[in-house]
């Protein structure tokens, strides 16, 4: 869906932001760019939409180049969540909401309908929010409206820029939880910048980790977490990079014990597909040292997790990116 291919952006200056970028993105996928302050990442975001001109090299947009396309054409098919949100403090929720699809030419009723239509789907009752202005909102339902607004047009394409950088730690990661649900509902190809390596690992489909301008690795979380490709990588996803494993390694039916044979099983547990992160923590809390996993569809207990059984797993994991 993007592709870069031998991208640069020189200024004239002569400082390079980024050179020699070549990766994809394919259809469906969020790709996390993550790095420090300075590195690249949002000039390589921004030169999807042409608020930034590469100097050299293409990107191309379903095979299309998009050096070819018009500039103000093409924004209006790309979703743009940024930090700060970006609302029309003039406009209420619903009218920034349908801002976008009346600016392509939808009839009003039918941008405020979708508008209202997307506003449920972030968590936002119109008959609510719709009419409120957007100081009226919390940071986090701000950025659930931001969201919403770059869905309004049913872009192929969302870019997005710390969106979630504004907010507490508690509200970042229920928005996070949201986005990730929102993500299996529309599957949208997905841009994401941030320097939080938590928020890049827990978010991504793949990681890129920028050095000074260049990507050093891409590749699955997982792979990133278990085999760093350089010293530098190594060094920024940091030492306890065997922790942050937790959070991308799902529990298998292959880590399980079976339940007593009376049938009893600990109150607490988590479905199967959940984060070994998720599951420790629950198991750290249990005396028994065991909890109950379910079957995510049927609700039916397919067996018990052990301290033994998250080490298997994670050793299987290496195993697999190794």
């Known amino acids: 869906m993007i592709r870069f291919e031998h991208v640069t952006k020189r200024y004239p200056d002569g400082t390079t932001a980024v050179e020699d ?55 209006r098919h790309i979703g743009y969540v940024i930090q700060q949100v970006g609302l029309f403090p003039h406009k209420t929720v619903l009218e920034n909401t349908a801002t976008v699809p009346q600016l392509i030419g939808t009839p009003k009723a039918k941008a405020r309908a979708r508008a209202a239509e997307l506003l449920e789907l972030v968590g936002l009752d119109p008959a609510v929010y719709g009419g409120r202005y957007p100081e009226q909102l919390s940071g986090g339902q701000r950025q659930r409206v931001g969201v919403a607004r770059a869905l309004a047009a049913d872009p192929p394409v969302l870019l997005m820029d710390e969106p979630f950088g504004a907010v507490d730690p508690v509200v970042r990661e229920r928005l996070q939880n949201e986005f990730l649900a929102l993500q299996r509902t529309v599957r949208k190809t997905i841009l994401l910048v941030t ?119 994670l050793r299987r994991a290496q195993l697999q990116e190794a």
């Open 21 to 75: 970028l070549s990766f994809e993105v394919a259809e469906g996928e969020l790709v996390t760019l993550v790095g420090p302050s300075g590195c690249g990442k949002t000039t390589t975001m921004k030169m999807v939409n042409r608020l930034i001109e590469p100097t050299s090299g293409r990107i191309l947009l379903g095979g299309e180049d998009i050096a070819s396309a018009d500039p103000v054409e093409l924004r």
């Open 195 to 313: 320097h939080d390596l938590e928020e890049a690992i827990r978010l991504g489909d793949r990681i890129a980790v920028y050095g000074t301008g260049t990507i050093e690795q891409f590749a699955r979380p997982a792979a990133v977490l278990a085999a760093p490709a350089t010293e530098y990588v190594a060094s920024f996803v940091g030492a306890d990079r065997g922790l942050k494993h937790l959070a991308v390694t799902p529990v298998e039916r292959a880590d399980l014990a079976r339940a007593d044979g009376d049938g009893k099983a600990p109150t607490a547990g988590v479905a199967l597909g959940a984060s070994l992160r998720e599951a420790l923590a629950l198991l750290l809390q249990e005396d028994s040292g065991r909890i109950a996993v379910t079957d995510p569809d049927s609700g039916e207990l397919v067996g018990v997790l052990t301290p033994e059984g998250v080490h298997r797993a």
